[in-house]
């Protein structure tokens, strides 16, 4: 049994030494919410309340012949938080956006009046909360890109040719691991570096910045429902 699953065991019978073993993971707690959450989680945040529950619930059920503490302390922390997040989005069962605009069949040139006029009509109604949650889970790690999933919308590709292009622009950035850091470190497209190696023209690339972007996250994510959308990336990806 190894050393810091050996204090595990300790910390869930002893309240000082589980105080402390606490204080000593709250990084680890605090990057397992944030992991699922997909943002920034800090001690203010409720879902660090429900993560130090979880870790806390762990230390308690924790035993040798569960393996590693830390990954069965993450597990925990994770279906708690998806619990909590499936809770909330039971009260918000209509979703105004259908994740089948990712791979819309429809042309550019269609009259935009009327594909707003769709989405006013709030086209589908998600039923799944796997869907739901990713969703939501989608939307807060695109915030801090400045835009929100309901964005997607209006500028995900229509046209053939326009779809080829950013499928082209996501599989570079997917197969650089140096070009996707750069973009969420600095949470800008690098259009320049990317039109220079796809070939994917500066226009394309600026036009349909939130759709790429997106689309980068969510199939190099925890969005196996949402990826399921991206059909035509999926192929470039094959290639």
């Keep these: 049994m190894r050393e810091f699953d050996r204090q595990a065991v300790q910390a869930g019978a002893d309240q000082r030494s589980m105080e402390h073993f606490i204080q ?3 990084f680890f707690i605090l990057k397992c919410a944030s992991s699922v959450i997909h943002r920034y ?18 230390v308690g059920d924790y035993a040798e012949e569960k393996g590693s503490f830390l ?23 209509e979703i105004p956006v259908n994740p089948s605009a990712f791979d819309s069949s429809a042309e550019e040139t269609e009259d935009d009046a009327e594909i707003k006029s769709e989405i ?10 796997s869907v739901q949650l990713e969703i939501e889970a989608a939307n807060n790690a695109f915030a801090s890109y400045g835009f929100s999933f309901f964005d997607l919308t209006d500028c995900s590709p229509k046209a053939e040719k326009t779809k080829i292009s950013c499928a ?19 949470k800008l497209l690098p259009i320049k570096l990317i ?28 969005y196996p429902c949402l990826s399921g959308y991206m059909r035509f990336i999926r192929k470039e990806l094959e290639k």
Excluded: C
């Design 71 to 93: 990954s069965f302390a993450e597990l925990v922390i994770r279906r708690k938080l998806i619990d909590h997040l499936r809770s909330q989005s039971k009260h918000r069962a």
């Design 24 to 26: 000593q993971n709250e």
């Design 120 to 129: 006013s009509k709030k086209i589908a109604v998600v039923q799944d909360n």
């Design 168 to 186: 082209k622009a996501v599989v570079y950035i997917i197969q650089n691991p140096i070009v996707l850091n750069s973009m969420r470190k600095d």
């Design 195 to 222: 039109e220079k190696n796809s070939g994917v023209p500066q226009k394309i690339l600026e036009r349909h910045r939130k759709y790429i972007i997106a689309a980068a996250e969510i199939i190099t994510g925890d």
């Design 41 to 58: 989680v800090t001690k203010s945040d409720d879902e660090w309340s429900i993560a130090l529950m979880a870790f806390t619930q762990a």
